[in-house]
């Protein structure tokens, strides 16, 4: 079950206010050596985003302080402007738009059902708007409260476990080997184990824990541990962490932990424990950012987090209650413990993190707070095949559907009023996309296909108002760039791939709501990591897409038949096509431009006599061959039976064993945590 490690690192002593200190100090040598590449992203700067560490007024006792993003800026005048300008003329939008005398009305209706249709458009017309006003109002609202915590020196003296997971099969060895090395190397006054929780107990697993000095955990074959639900269900990451809560928790005072596919840098710990000095803090969470940056999946999928991690999650620090996060955490473990463990849901941080907001400190009466850090103190390997990010998408969003219906109606009653709102906030935003999807392509279909119209405006007006609401709209996203924190996308980027990563993801919240709505059984499912990406098929990755691709074509075509076509209405549904058609096209010619990669690299290994030829499925391009510590340079998805698995006669990939996947394993330099975070060098 447990195993303590073999020649365990000594505990060393480090200042805590030395967090530039990532490269070891140069030695004198007799000869000049090689100068060694510069890294291409600066992770040791980003990892100090909030400001360097401060020592606590020692005549008080200690609060967390922030810096407010907004007083800083040197134009507040034209942020105000923008701030208000935003909201206020999107909701103009909506109210000119729903004025009675815009309503549609029929003297002589060819059909008896057409005026309910109308109706029904009203409607759905409304709706779309409102939760564009709700968007933008979210957003300004962000924009006005978000803030940064000011660092403190950690206690010392503090217990520490350092936690992470590990799902035979589904996650490489060689990439928590990784993790783990990087992991041993975590500065720390105080007593520090590092743990990793092993779903499967496998002997390779222990032999690894065992050469780093690691301490190994596995609930495998203990039935209290194991059960079909609750917070120890089997095969869940919550259940793994609750069965180690229970056997381990009451041995250290705090627990950071990372996915399997994070790799911390050495500041983690200095960066975090020390606004655990409020006795309020019950958690501390940090970024997500994708280290294998070489496909566009992965670009647009690290994109489309900004708003969250650069805004939103900043926004909550002024009410106490940023979100829970797995990726990138420290927890208070009597926190933890007071509600029971981590929450049994598919997206447990989020669950979780919302009952320890609801919850007191027993020592002090006061509601448990949150900090969230813009510091990037890991970098872990993102989604690089469609499948898996749609995967994620339709976790991530049927884990807040789940939280909404079984949780958050008790918030009103138990949070306070800003906490109540930055929550709904954050929540609303999956059933409000996948909404406006759904309303968009029923408009669509009673307008073109039945000829049903629910507002007779001014097209030049509406052309009008909705250009100048949407252009303030961007211009307030793109405003906000400057507040980014991923040291991956270009300084002064506009984000354009992550706000059409979030439209290409609304078909899959869409499907995501209606599960939901049936109760149909969700589960677990762990975002495939490394060679044991997904491979992408037509009919099985983009089936949501393709019947939306229906759903609009065909009421193009009943339009032009029927002749309800409107120009405005064309445009809508030839641009959701558009949408739902991108991710297939986008596939289809990243496997055409693999198969040409392919093509030419077998065609120079013939012709140089050198070496095998370049046979699918051992080439660095495809899919998933990239980790956070080695990343792929390709960006299609890998053929079936080439992800970490052996084909079946049947067809189907067994996973790969440890031993197989610990074969190839990537070196550590000390250099800079660049190459175990997954950078190339320029």
């Known amino acids: 079950m447990t195993s303590p490690p073999e020649g365990a690192r000594p505990q060393h002593t480090y200042d805590s206010s030395a967090t530039a200190r990532l490269r070891l100090p140069r030695q004198h040598r007799q000869r000049r050596t090689p100068r060694k590449p510069l890294p291409r992203y600066d992770y040791e700067h980003y990892s100090r985003l909030a400001g360097p560490l401060t020592q606590p007024d020692p005549d008080k006792p200690y609060k967390v302080r922030y810096r407010s993003l907004l007083a800083d800026e040197p134009h507040r005048i034209r942020a105000a402007l923008l701030l208000g300008a935003a909201p206020l003329l999107s909701f103009g939008l909506l109210i000119w738009l729903m004025q009675p005398n815009h309503w549609t009305e029929r003297d002589y209706p060819a059909y008896e059902f057409l005026p309910v249709l109308d109706g029904v458009m009203l409607v759905a017309i409304g709706l779309i708007e409102f939760f564009r006003c709700m968007n933008v109002l979210s957003n300004a609202h962000a924009t006005l409260v978000a803030r940064d915590p000011i660092p403190v020196i950690p206690e010392s003296g503090t217990r520490v476990a350092f936690l992470t997971s590990f799902v035979p099969g589904k996650e490489p060895l060689a990439m928590v080997t990784k993790t783990l090395e990087a992991a041993v190397k975590i500065r720390h006054r105080g007593l520090l184990h590092i743990w990793l929780l092993d779903e499967g107990d496998d002997p390779e697993v222990k032999e690894v824990c065992q050469r780093l000095g690691v301490h190994h955990f596995s609930r495998k074959g203990i039935p209290e541990w194991n059960q079909p639900k609750g917070p120890h269900r089997a095969k869940t990451k919550h259940g793994n962490y609750n069965a180690w809560l229970a056997a381990h928790g009451d041995d250290y005072d705090y627990f950071a932990s990372v996915d399997t596919d994070h790799v911390p840098l050495p500041n983690y710990l200095e960066r975090m424990l020390g606004f655990f000095r409020d006795p309020d803090v019950g958690f501390v969470i940090g970024p997500q950012v994708y280290g294998n940056y070489d496909t566009f999946v992965t670009k647009a999928a690290e994109s489309q987090q900004f708003l969250f991690h650069a805004l939103i999650q900043r926004a909550g620090n002024r009410y106490g209650a940023p979100m829970f996060v797995g990726t990138s955490n420290a927890v208070r473990i009597s926190a933890l413990k007071q509600i029971g463990g981590l929450y049994d849901s598919i997206t447990e941080d989020m669950a979780t993190g919302f009952e320890i907001h609801r919850h007191r400190n027993p020592q002090t009466g006061k509601k448990w707070r949150s900090v969230y850090t813009p510091d990037v103190l890991a970098v872990g390997e993102g989604p690089t095949a469609w499948t898996d990010f749609f995967t994620q998408q339709l976790r991530w969003s049927r884990g807040t559907y789940e939280t909404i219906l079984k949780q958050f109606w008790k918030a009103p009653f138990t949070l306070p009023f800003g906490r109540l709102v930055n929550y709904t906030m954050m929540v609303i935003f999956y059933p409000m996309s996948a909404l406006n999807w759904i309303l968009a392509a029923l408009s669509c279909a009673l307008f073109l296909g039945l000829g049903a119209s629910g507002v007779e405006i001014d097209p030049t007006v509406w052309m009008m108002l909705y250009g100048n609401a949407s252009a303030l709209q961007i211009g307030l996203y793109i405003w906000n760039r400057r507040h980014n924190v991923s040291p991956h996308e270009p300084e002064g980027s506009g984000g354009v791939a992550g706000m059409v990563m979030s439209a290409l993801s609304a078909p899959i919240y869409a499907r995501s709501l209606f599960d939901a709505a049936l109760r149909r059984k969700s589960k677990f499912v762990v975002t495939p990591k490394g060679d044991s990406s997904s491979p992408d098929t037509l009919f099985g990755?983009?089936?949501?897409?393709?019947?939306?691709?229906?759903?609009?074509?065909?009421?193009?075509?009943?339009?032009?038949?029927?002749?309800?076509?409107?120009?405005?209405?064309?445009?809508?549904?030839?641009?959701?096509?558009?949408?739902?058609?991108?991710?297939?096209?986008?596939?289809?010619?990243?496997?055409?431009?693999?198969?040409?990669?392919?093509?030419?690299a077998g065609a120079g290994s013939d012709a140089s006599g050198g070496g095998s030829g370049g046979t699918g499925g051992g080439s660095a391009g495809t899919a998933g061959g990239g980790s956070a510590a080695a990343p792929a340079d390709g960006g299609s998805p890998a053929p079936a039976g080439s992800e970490g698995s052996s084909a079946t006669a049947d067809g189907e990939g067994s996973p790969a064993t440890a031993a197989d996947q610990a074969a190839a394993p990537a070196a550590t330099t000390e250099q800079t945590m660049q190459i175990a975070l997954g950078g190339r060098h320029t």
């Open 541 to 600: 990755t983009f089936r949501v897409h393709l019947f939306f691709l229906l759903v609009f074509g065909g009421s193009l075509i009943a339009s032009f038949v029927l002749g309800h076509s409107h120009p405005a209405m064309v445009i809508w549904a030839v641009l959701a096509m558009l949408i739902t058609a991108a991710p297939i096209f986008a596939w289809r010619r990243s496997v055409s431009d693999e198969k040409r990669k392919r093509s030419a």
